[in-house]
């Protein structure tokens, strides 16, 4: 069955960096559109980074847009999330995320950026 397995998490400062990755399984990880979601506390899950499957395309939120980036490792079943310049609206639970047949979903990492 589809797994996806979100690690990387952490507290950081603000104008940090952390990395999340998400390892894929169960289904043709290099076949499937990929996606990172977040979802802050008494907010609703939102939109972060897609990726193709070839990582020729990707789309930002407007809100990371300079600051993420999305990519992938198609040997490794891999999604990755680079996250810099880090500021405290990013706080929240990173999710990854695939469609097929269904949404599926990570159980997802938490990232807290605080002083």
């Known amino acids: 069955q589809v797994q996806l397995v979100e690690s990387g998490g952490g507290l950081v400062q603000p104008g940090g960096s952390l990395r999340l990755s998400c390892a894929a399984s169960?289904?043709?990880?290099?076949?499937?559109?990929m996606r990172w979601y977040r979802q802050a506390p008494g907010k609703e899950r939102e939109f972060v980074a897609s990726?193709?499957?070839?990582?020729?395309?990707?789309n930002y939120a407007d809100s990371v847009k300079g600051r993420f980036a999305i990519s992938r490792d198609n040997t490794k079943n891999t999604l990755y999330l680079q996250m810099n310049s880090l500021k405290p609206e990013d706080t929240a639970v990173y999710y990854c995320?695939?469609?097929?047949?269904?949404?599926?979903w990570g159980q997802g990492t938490q990232v807290t950026v605080s002083s």
């Open positions: 995320s695939v469609q097929r047949g269904g949404e599926y």
């Open positions: 169960g289904f043709a990880f290099s076949m499937a559109t």
């Open positions: 990726i193709a499957r070839t990582s020729t395309t990707s």
